[in-house]
Each structure stands twice: as C-alpha cells, then as structure tokens.
C-alpha cells in the first residue's frame, strides 16, 4: 500500500484513521485490498465529484466492496469554509463515531490526508467523548490548521449536548 494510514488513539473498540488519495491516479484493488488487510472496514472519501472523476474514482465503490470494504462518498470543496456543509458533517461523524463505537475501522480520506479528513476525523473524536484540543493533537500531531481547529471549538462550543463525556 502505498498511502499509509495515520491511525488515531481514540478510545475504541474500533479504530479511526486518515489516509491521503493515492499515489496513482485512482484506488487500485491491491490497495484496498490492502486496507481490507489491515483491518479496515469504512473508507470515507471527502473528495469533490470533480476530483473523484479527474483521479478516476467513478469504480471505487464496487473495487472497495469486492474487497470488503464499505465506501462512503462525501464530497467537501477543498479549502472551503466546512460552515456551508456543517450539518453534513456532524451527521457524517455521528454515523462514523457510531461505527468506532461498535468497533469497526474507520479511514477518513481526502486529496493530501490532512484537510477535510481531518476535519471528519476530529469531529469524529469529539463525538466519541475526546476534547476539541485533544482531537486535533491527535489528529494532526500539532500541526496548525486554523479552518478545522476554529470550527472544531466552535461546534463544541455551541452543541453541548451532543458531546459525550468532553471535558
């Protein structure tokens, strides 16, 4: 495989990660049978319809599903404000937390691995119980990424009751 994927602490049973697009200009089967191998179960894509056809993703569904794995497509504008397309999101990461909560292999992917990945990734943890700062630390290893850490704090901030166990 040649993508590798940043596996996250979280707090289980299942496990969360990011991953960047491939190398190549669309998922082989050997790579995701590569991430079946590895455990993965859900592979989330945040790219755009216009990237996913530009990188040849139009078969990755059924390439992903013929290797066990569940793909979900979730197309986010690269750089974007994520504001436009907040419900979206937490909804997605609700699901997502659902699915590391009944120990399942996340693996939120985007054009770099580092953008909108990371922003499902984050808000993923913050669903799973884990801290805005603490999230984004174990996400990005401390590397600034004021879009995401501005609208992390902010969803947090303004939605409480969703969170469970953040301190």
């Known amino acids: 495989m040649r993508a590798a ?18 190398r190549t200009d669309a998922w082989a089967p050997q790579q995701l049978g590569a991430l079946a191998r590895a455990g993965v179960d859900v592979l989330v894509s945040a790219l755009t319809t216009t990237e996913q056809h530009r ?4 078969d990755t569904a059924a390439a992903a599903e013929a ?11 690269e750089g974007g404000v994520p504001r436009d ?16 909560r009944a120990g399942r292999f996340v693996v939120t992917q985007c054009f770099g691995g580092i953008g909108r990945s ?16 603490e999230a984004l630390s174990r996400v990005t290893g401390g590397t ?23 301190a």
């Open 55 to 58: 990188l040849g993703f139009g």
């Open 5 to 22: 994927l940043h596996v996250i602490a979280g707090p289980g049973p299942g496990q969360l990660a990011t991953i960047a697009h491939p």
């Open 85 to 100: 397309e907040a419900l979206q999101v937490v909804d997605l990461a609700g699901k997502l937390a659902g699915q590391v």
């Open 118 to 133: 990371t922003l499902l990734a984050c808000t993923t943890l913050v669903l799973l119980g884990i801290a805005p700062g």
């Open 144 to 166: 600034e990424m004021p879009v995401t850490q501005d609208w992390l704090y902010d969803f947090a901030a303004s939605h409480p009751s969703r969170l469970a166990g953040t």
């Open 67 to 77: 290797c066990g794995l569940q793909f979900v497509s979730f197309p986010v504008p």
